[in-house]
Every structure is written in structure tokens, then in C-alpha cells.
């Protein structure tokens, strides 16, 4: 739309106002689908359930125009119907007992479909009641006279015996229906013992798994149909009992054939990417939610060509859905997990763990035990725990991060300094104290020093080093401290020149 608007002022020429407007371009959205009713329940012997999707709409297309899609998405075995209609109502005749799901999708004027929604029926099997006996009216039975006595006074006695048994009863005959084929991915089938039959009355059902790949489960187990679940490729076997009255059994077997028509690549998840911070150096991997349309038989976790290489997988989890990985250091690891089904199909995924330094790391303190780390017991090491929290405590609550238990052959060392090269080189086990305060690590080395120097045995092991876990000498200013020796290593700048001198003293 156009319009325009002049005005004049005190200059000698009009003043023009234009406005164009524009109408904005609609966005279709697809039609909401309305169902009703969305669950009913049918009752044997009728027969007949009507699904309305009249009350549906869409922002543009009238109702006349909108097409209706129906499928039927599952049904009890023995059900079949084509489902043509396009309209918004759809009827359904000669149900069977069973479930059914019924599934619609709309499309309006401009090919937008909606969301599917779905309707459920249940359709329960007709009510049977007992029989009414009717033995008819009640008679007058007339016995034979028992005495007979002649014209000359001469007589005989003779008995009738009149016996009433029980009417025979045979014992039932379990039917538990013809062998069935299913295709994957359906897992359910309908057991169908209605055709057992008795002479009186059937009174019980009991349906059982005999063999099988998998155990199916039942639904109910009691009733004349039942719904085993669950079922994977393969072959089932399934018998029922039915009793009578009185106690009278009979069994049948039915063989069920699952077969997989079609099979699907498995997908792998190695879960989602995370971060941990040191001192936490081991962690797990986890691809336990990998699934496939049968089952995974395979994993294989291995490391990225880019990853860190350090690291250490534990055992033999490398081939498990759960991989365990010890050892870590700062950086980022990465690692690709592939699985398998059992027809050799495959997919992969990975996952990125990112170790982050600790934070606390100048102020992790060190200690080092004298030990035989090969007949160190349990109590003994809960002792040695106990006695150092005392001491952490004693000195303000500080965080004592590392012990380290040493299998020395050799003297003991004095406080302070380094184990000797052999003990060093000995097994070692590493614990963690957390939950604590964190003070200075140089702090806490000098006062726990003081007080240990008094009475080292008081932790019932002596000390072969005591020191922060990171060299924090600051050598003056003037150069690095070497971790490894604790020594400080000079800058070129503080270093004599020794040639550079014999030159000066030549040259004097």
C-alpha cells in the first residue's frame, strides 16, 4: 500500500510525506491433530470401534481440504486391514481381542504435515460364565417288592441295590495354538490357548518358557491368551497347563520363530565429552549405552592418534564397555570406541576426557615413609593416616595431599632429605587426604618438621624425605629449581664467563 501527504509550509515549495507499506509473506504451520476418543476400550462380542479426527485445524486450510493419513501401527496376530480412508474419521470393523495403536498424520494445502498422533484400542475377549445345569424334573422310583409269599404260606426275600456314581471325569485337553513366525523388530507375540477344551470346565491357565535365546516375560501367564515380551532371534518354545475342577492336567507346547529379516548397524555412544582435576587420576570410560537392534557382541576402545600418550589402561577394559584408564596427567586424551553385532556390522564413536592441573599443586606436601610396602598391613596404614591427620590438625587444619610408602633395604635418611637411589626406585603407594583446609605447602613442611624432629616415632615409621611435591626454591632470583635434585640451576646472566675473564686479566 502507497499513500503520500503534502503540506506547505513558509518555503515556496510543498512538503511530501510517502509511506509504503507491505503485507508479510504468511509462515504456514503445520495442522494440530485432535483426536478423539485417544484410548477406548471395546468389549467382545462387540466389534466395531470409530476414531474421529474431525476436531483437527490448521491456520490456512479449511477442514474439507486437509488429508488424513491412518496407519495401523500394531495389531493382535491374526488382524489385517488396508487402511485407505483419507478422510478425518476412521472406522474399524470385525475386531479381534488384543491392543491396537492406530497412528494418523494431516497434511494441509501447502504439504505441511503435522505431528503423528496416535489412538490405542483394547479390545477384551467376551465374558465367559458357567454353564447352568438342568438335570431335569424329580422322579419317584418304585423298588421291586422284596418279599413274595405263595397260597400255601410259603415265602422268599430277595434285595435291590440302587448305586448313584458321579458322572465320569476325563481330564482336559491343552491346545496352546499353532506354531508362530515373527520378523524383528517386533519382540511381543500372542500365546492362545482358547481352544483348550474339558468335559466339565477348564479352571486354570498356566503358561511357561520352556527354551529359548533370551527369557521372555509375561504380561499375565494365567489367562487362556498370553503376551510374551522381549523376544530376540531365535526359537522359543512355550507350553501350557490347563486343570479342571478337580485337579485333572493336561499340557501343550507351541514353538515361536523370531527371525530377523533386516539387520541395522549397531550404534555406538562413548558418552559425552568431561573434564577432571587432578589429584583425580583415574577414570572410566563409559559405552554401556551403545545399543543395536539385536545386541553389541564387541567393543574396542583404543587412542586417538592425536591424544596425550600418557595414561595407563587397566587390564583388559580396552575390549569391555567400560574402559579404565590410570596413570593420567595433565592434557587432553582422546579416545574411539568401535562396537559390533554379531553379523560383523559396526559403528564408532569418541570421546575427549581433558585432565586439568591441580590447583592446589605448590601446596601438595610429600611424605615419605620408611616401609616394606610388600607386608605393610591394613591397620598399620590406617594408623599412619590417623597419626598425620593428628599432626595436620596440630598445626592449623592443613591439607597434607600425598604419602608415599617406601620399601627401603637401605639406612633410613635423616629428615628433610631425599631417599637414597635404591629406595627410591622401590614400589610406592600413593593415598589422597582431602576435605581439608589447604595452608601453604612450604608452611606446613617447616612446621610439621619441627614437631617430628622432636619425636619422629610417633608415626611408628621413620621419614626418608619430608617436602612439598613441587620444588619451590626460588634460588635467589637467579635461576630455576631443578626438581629432580632440588638444586638451583643458575641463569646464563649470573654465570661467570670464564673466558671472557682470562681475557680481561690478559689484556690488563
Known amino acids: 500500500m502507497f499513500a503520500s501527504l503534502s503540506a506547505r509550509g513558509n518555503c515556496c515549495c510543498p512538503i511530501i510525506f510517502k509511506y509504503l507499506c507491505f503485507t508479510a509473506k504468511r509462515t ?5 491433530v485432535v483426536l478423539q476418543p485417544s484410548t477406548q476400550q471395546i468389549n467382545l462380542p462387540t466389534s466395531k470401534a470409530i476414531i474421529d479426527a474431525s476436531a483437527s485445524v490448521d491456520d490456512a486450510t479449511p477442514k474439507d481440504q486437509l488429508v488424513f493419513k491412518w496407519e495401523l501401527k500394531s495389531e493382535p496376530l491374526g488382524y489385517s486391514k488396508d487402511l485407505k480412508e483419507t478422510g478425518p474419521t476412521l472406522t474399524l470393523d470385525d475386531l479381534i481381542a488384543g491392543n491396537y495403536i492406530i497412528q494418523v498424520t494431516v497434511t494441509d494445502g501447502d504439504g505441511a504435515k503435522s505431528v503423528v498422533a496416535e489412538a490405542t484400542i483394547d479390545v477384551v475377549p467376551e465374558t465367559d460364565y458357567p454353564p447352568t445345569a438342568n438335570a431335569g424334573e424329580d422322579i419317584i422310583l418304585y423298588l421291586p417288592q422284596r418279599e413274595v409269599t405263595d397260597a400255601k404260606g410259603q415265602f422268599s426275600q430277595d434285595e435291590v441295590n440302587v448305586y448313584v456314581k458321579a458322572p465320569t471325569n476325563l481330564p482336559p485337553t491343552a491346545n496352546a495354538g499353532p506354531d508362530q513366525e515373527i520378523s524383528l523388530p517386533k519382540t511381543w507375540v500372542i500365546l492362545d490357548g482358547s481352544a483348550s477344551k474339558d468335559d466339565v ?100 576402545w583404543t587412542r586417538a592418534p592425536n591424544s596425550l600418550a600418557a595414561g595407563k589402561i587397566v587390564g583388559n577394559t580396552d575390549v569391555q564397555p567400560a574402559l579404565l584408564i590410570a596413570d593420567l596427567v595433565p592434557g587432553q586424551y582422546t579416545f574411539e570406541l568401535q562396537v559390533w553385532d554379531e553379523q560383523g556390522k559396526s559403528s564408532s564413536d569418541s570421546v575427549t576426557l581433558t585432565v586439568k592441573e591441580n590447583p592446589e599443586k605448590k601446596n601438595v606436601v610429600q611424605a615419605v615413609f620408611n616401609a616394606d610396602i610388600a607386608s605393610l598391613t591394613q591397620t598399620q596404614l590406617s594408623n599412619l593416616i590417623q597419626g598425620w591427620v593428628y599432626y595436620c590438625i596440630a598445626v592449623g587444619n592443613y591439607a597434607v595431599i600425598h604419602f608415599i610408602v617406601v620399601r627401603s633395604t637401605t639406612s633410613i635418611n635423616p629428615v628433610g632429605s631425599s631417599p637414597s637411589a635404591s629406595s627410591s626406585s622401590s614400589s610406592a603407594l600413593d593415598l589422597a587426604l582431602d576435605d581439608a583446609a589447604v595452608a601453604s605447602g612450604k608452611k606446613v613442611v617447616k612446621e610439621l618438621k619441627s614437631k617430628l624432629k622432636a619425636d619422629s616415632g610417633l608415626l611408628s615409621f621413620k621419614f626418608l624425605s619430608l617436602d612439598t611435591l613441587i620444588c619451590q626454591n626460588e634460588c635467589s632470583g637467579h635461576g630455576k629449581c631443578h626438581q629432580a635434585t632440588r638444586t638451583c640451576v643458575c641463569e646464563p646472566f649470573w654465570v661467570e664467563n670464564f673466558v671472557r675473564t682470562k681475557l680481561f686479566i690478559a689484556g690488563e
Do not use: C, H
Not at 28 to 32: E, S, V
Open 201 to 300: 470346565q477348564v479352571t486354570k491357565y498356566n503358561w511357561t518358557q520352556i527354551s529359548g535365546p533370551n527369557q521372555a516375560s509375561f504380561m499375565t501367564n494365567n489367562t487362556g491368551s498370553a503376551n510374551a515380551t522381549g523376544l530376540t532371534r531365535g526359537v522359543y518354545v512355550f507350553q501350557l497347563e490347563v486343570s479342571d475342577e478337580r485337579n485333572n492336567t493336561d499340557q501343550a507346547q507351541v514353538t515361536v520363530t523370531v527371525n530377523q529379516d533386516a539387520n541395522s548397524a549397531p550404534v555406538a555412544d562413548a558418552g559425552e565429552d568431561f573434564a577432571v582435576t587432578l589429584p583425580v587420576n583415574s577414570v572410566y570410560l563409559n559405552g554401556s549405552l551403545s545399543k543395536d537392534d539385536l545386541k553389541v557382541t564387541k567393543w574396542l
Open 28 to 32: 504456514n504451520k503445520p495442522p494440530t
